[in-house]
Antibody
Framework: EGQLLESGGGSVQPGGSLRLSCEGS????????VNWVRQAPGRGLEWVSG????????YYADSLRGRFTISRDNYKNMVYLQMNSLRVEDTAVYYC??????????????WGRGTSVTVSS | QSALTQPPSASGSPGQSVTISCTGT?????????VSWYQQHPGKAPQLIIY???KRPSGVPDRFSGSKSGNTASLTVSKLQTEDEATYFC??????????FGGGTKLTVL
């Protein structure tokens, strides 16, 4: 069964940057879209961004467009989330998640364990 | 777009059934058959239990079922078990390649 593993989280001051990584294994990586979903402490889930299997198309939550950039390297089975101009409200656990099939939307059957991002002065 | 509306809490006794609603608009839940449901236990990643309104991934018990009517999707958990106690989230495709989650429903098995 497939797995995803996030890394790159940590503590950063407001205005700073972080790059999160998500490594996939156990499935044909370039066949599936991968998304980032975040969860602020004690809060619900919030979709952040998604990228198609080929990497040709990317999608963002309207509130984050312009600050976050998603990309992938299918040779390395990696998806990245570059986060710039970070704000206190970006503090959350960030999960990467895989679509259950190539034509679905929002159906994430494999999730990583999450990586924690804290934005604080 | 606004978050989908879920009741903050639900409860039931072991063996009973409980239904959790997820209300959106014609621009999301009502407009597409891309509604998913996730179960999340404290400190754990979410787990997909229903996708595309009513499909169950392999390994998910058939006690979990999904449906949709108009702008409201529903998750029904039958024959409640203590391990079903968790928070449940819905999400929906919202057009323009946008995904929207509900606020979550904490299910208590009494």
């Amino acid at each position: 069964e497939g797995q995803l593993l996030e890394s790159g989280g940590g503590s950063v001051q407001p205005g700073g940057s972080l790059r999160l990584s998500c490594e996939g294994s156990g499935f044909t990586f370039n066949n599936y879209a991968v998304n980032w979903v975040r969860q602020a402490p004690g809060r619900g889930l919030e979709w952040v961004s998604g990228i198609t299997g080929s990497g040709a198309s990317t999608y963002y939550a309207d509130s984050l467009r312009g600050r976050f950039t998603i990309s992938r390297d299918n040779y390395k089975n990696m998806v990245y989330l570059q986060m710039n101009s970070l704000r206190v409200e970006d503090t959350a656990v960030y999960y990467c998640a895989k679509e259950v099939r190539s034509t679905s939307k929002g159906s994430f059957d494999i999730w990583g364990r999450g990586t924690s991002v804290t934005v604080s002065s | 777009q606004s978050a989908l509306t879920q009741p903050p809490s639900a409860s039931g006794s072991p063996g009973q059934s409980v239904t959790i609603s997820c209300t959106g608009t014609s621009g999301d839940v009502g407009g597409y058959n891309y509604v998913s449901w996730y179960q999340q236990h404290p400190g754990k990643a979410p787990q997909l239990i229903i996708y595309e309104v009513s499909k169950r991934p392999s390994g998910v018990p058939d006690r979990f079922s999904g449906s949709k009517s108009g702008n409201t999707a529903s998750l029904t958990v039958s024959k409640l078990q203590t391990e079903d106690e968790a928070t449940y989230f819905c999400n929906s495709f919202g057009g323009s390649d946008n995904l929207i989650f509900g606020g979550g429903t904490k299910l208590t098995v009494l």
